[in-house]
């Protein structure tokens, strides 16, 4: 299950993505739309900053707009920044290993095997997903009511 921390963090891109061409957002109107605590979605804003992702404007006029096109914010680097892993056993993480407890040879465990390969399907759909993705999903479901 994906972290508050990682689903906010979605929730604002996307806010920032969709309002991209009315310039800078203020934190609290990225708060209060998208239902994000306000102490929360700053340190969370701060952290997409430090990825390169977005950027702030301070003084009138001021607040956070994207500095990257939401085409190329893909959804694994948002989830990795924020929750770590995207494997869901240890044995099975390229970037947290830890060796498993449960088996003699992980080379020839299946539990191990078939969690390989939903963390690379995972990480495919995920790589493959971006923000812009997301906002084009919003159009066509709504088209769909």
Known sequence: ???KKSQYSIYA???LAKERDKGPILIRDIAESEKIPRKFLEAILL???NLGI???KKGKGGGYY???DPAEIDLATIIRKFDGALALISCASKNYYE???HCKDERTCGVKNVFDDVRNETDRMLRS???ADI???DEELKKLL
């Open 99 to 101: 060796q498993c407890k």
């Open 129 to 131: 997903t971006s923000i």
């Open 1 to 3: 299950m994906l972290s």
């Open 47 to 49: 952290d997409l900053r």
């Open 135 to 137: 906002i084009s999903r």
């Open 66 to 68: 994207l500095i990257k």
């Open 54 to 56: 977005i950027a702030s």
């Open 13 to 15: 891109l996307v806010k």
